[in-house]
């Protein structure tokens, strides 16, 4: 619906300048962290309390798992209370969606894992409660994409839950906790190398990390014209935003093999028994006797050749998806709406939301990110697998970084890739120099350092170190396309990520005395 009055609502700001919320946060937490450096003897004062953030890159339900581990034996070793930031692509996005469901969950973190692994190792979400969910993301909001079909056909099949909590409802929940940053990308700005491709989201803000441009999270997915509130969206939900940031198939030709392999028959399926659901307005829906288009030739047009030309798929589509959802009116929408749908899933498009800078004249903001009324915002991971770009904002002033990597293939290329970035965009990032030989062989634990930037551990799950001298094998084992995964293989993986930390205590601890001192 409309809002009823129009207020400005995008934050344009001084760039050394945090949001007022998360500099509350940070000042509180900061107090933690100085009283958990001094129970490890550490001794610094309040103004030298090093700004150390936690990174968890993609890696599907490895990732997630990993990051649990990791999280737990931390905790363990009372180091956990030393980080300020905990910020996520990919797979760790549902690591820190199940961790922050829970108020304050660093205090109590042993029962909120256990509550977690019971989940996962549970049985999974219900056809009846899926088909309810893919129809409220039908019905609910301008825009359908992908993304909702991955949220309820995927996602949940590995997180084994439809979380409709908000951010905004975390505010007050979690000050005892790192602050939660979610990383993704912006599709447009990647694909054409302009405008600024990272983007984050956490419980104050959304927007562009190095531009500076946010808006209220709340307000995040609502239309804007000239930085004015046009129309309002409800915010998205959490399992919306899990979607969002692991949409790893939402730049490329994977997204049809996609379609056609695993997506289609269940939407077919879930559409089919909405026929026979209620209507909108709660009362019951008849069939409908006479479609210009039937189902089965419609469902055809989604299974088209996955090498097909967008443009000519969309063009011999649209008539048959269009006159096929119109077919579809006693759910009471419009036929507009259905070509908007249509036209979405021709044109294979993901995480789209109004462009809260639309129309805005601001010379400080890149003329590509102003034009367009819509974004797509896809999984970072199809940048860089961490989220290091939104962390290295010049106001966040991180110290210390731990990236725990969870990543397929090489598991040097997100700190290579954080490092490339940072050298064409002037941001202060340590020299990253990586013997040839263990490429395949990784150690568990890597520092790169430097003058006057921060520090980074570098830490590949497998490795090794804990998987003795063949780290490929558990990287097939544990493939990201593997999964949902047993209560076996969630201990396993667990493990593994909790010997990275409890083999490096020391190491670690070396690291965060030499930042304090530092400072």
Known sequence: MSA??????????????????????????????????????????????????????????????????????????????????????????????????????????????????????????SLT????????????????????????????????????????????????????????????????NDGDPWFEISPHEAGYSLTGAFVDTCDFGSQFDNGLKKKHQDEMDMLYLQAMCSSALADGEATWKWIKAISVPEIKSVLDKMDQGKDHTGGNASKTTQEPVGEDECYQELLNPVDADPSALEQSS?????????GQRQFGQTADKHKKTARCITQRIWGRNYNFLHNMTDESVPAALLQKETRDLIDAGLLINSPYL?????????????????????PFTTVREAAKTCKKLNIPFPE??????????????????????????????????????????????????????????????????????SNNIEKLLEEIRAVAEAK
Not at 443 to 468: A, R, S, W
């Open 4 to 125: 009823s009055k129009p207020k400005k609502s995008v934050k344009r700001r001084n760039k050394n300048l945090l949001n007022n919320s998360e500099q509350e946060f940070v000042a509180g937490r900061r107090k933690t962290v100085l009283q958990a450096l001094k129970k490890l003897k550490i001794q610094c004062s309040r103004k030298e309390v090093p700004n150390i953030a936690l990174l968890g890159s993609g890696g599907a339900q490895r990732a997630m798992v990993g990051l649990l581990g990791s999280l737990v034996q931390l905790d363990k070793a009372g180091l956990l209370d030393c980080i300020l930031y905990l910020s996520g692509v990919s797979g760790s996005t549902w690591c820190m969606a199940s961790l922050y469901k829970e108020p304050n969950w660093s205090t109590k973190l042993e029962t909120v894992k256990e509550k977690i692994i019971e989940r996962l190792s549970g049985p999974g979400v």
């Open 390 to 410: 939104s962390m290295l904002r010049k106001e966040r002033n991180i110290d210390l970084f731990i990236a725990l990597d969870f990543s397929d293939g090489d």
């Open 318 to 326: 649209k008539t048959k998806l269009t006159d096929f959802f119109r």
């Open 129 to 192: 409660d899926a088909m309810a969910k893919l129809k409220k993301y039908y019905y609910g909001k301008d825009f359908f994409s992908l993304t909702d079909v991955w949220a309820v056909l995927v996602v949940t099949s590995y997180v084994k839950e439809i979380d409709e909590r908000t951010l905004t409802e975390q505010r007050k929940q979690h000050n005892k906790d790192p602050f939660p940053i979610y990383a993704v990308i912006d599709k447009q700005s990647k694909q054409s």
């Open 432 to 501: 990253v120099n990586v013997p040839s030989d263990e490429g395949k062989k990784p150690k568990d634990f890597y520092v790169f350092k430097g003058q006057n930037v921060p520090t980074v551990i570098h830490m590949p799950l497998f490795n090794v170190v804990n998987c003795g001298d063949k780290p490929g094998d558990w990287r097939k084992k544990y493939g990201i396309l593997k999964g949902p995964y047993s209560a076996e293989m969630i201990t396993e993986v667990m493990g593994v990520a909790g010997k990275n930390i």
